[in-house]
């Protein structure tokens, strides 16, 4: 069973900073990228940033900069060092996966509050 734990949300002044988790378990032969969603109150859900197996990573242009994501293949982990946050980070991330035959499973989300 595939599964997606994140961990590590919670509340941080402005220009503080956080670090994300998520661990993946189920079928990890078949991840083929991993990656970081969030979605704000009232607006729709919006990539942060993602690595593929191979290391390459790809940011929103917002969070450029500011955060790293990077990937722990042995501990099957997915880190997001969010630095200088401002409140538009303010928002639920969603940790995400998509393996190589292109199914995509999604963790239950952990909310990020960045207070002004």
């Known amino acids: 069973q595939v599964q997606l734990v994140e961990s590590g949300g919670g509340l941080v002044q402005a220009g503080g900073s956080l670090r994300l988790s998520c661990a993946a378990s189920?079928?990890?032969?078949?991840?083929?990228?991993m990656g970081w969603y969030r979605q704000a109150p009232g607006k729709q859900r919006e990539l942060v940033a993602t690595i593929t197996g191979g290391g390459s990573t790809v940011y929103a242009d917002s969070v450029k900069g500011r955060f790293t994501i990077s990937r722990d293949s042995a501990e099957n982990t997915v880190y997001l060092q969010m630095s200088s946050l401002k409140p538009d980070d303010t928002a639920v991330y969603y940790c995400y996966r998509v393996d190589v035959d292109g199914m995509e499973y999604w963790g239950k989300g952990t909310l990020v509050t960045v207070s002004s």
């Open positions: 189920g079928r990890i032969f078949r991840i083929n990228a």
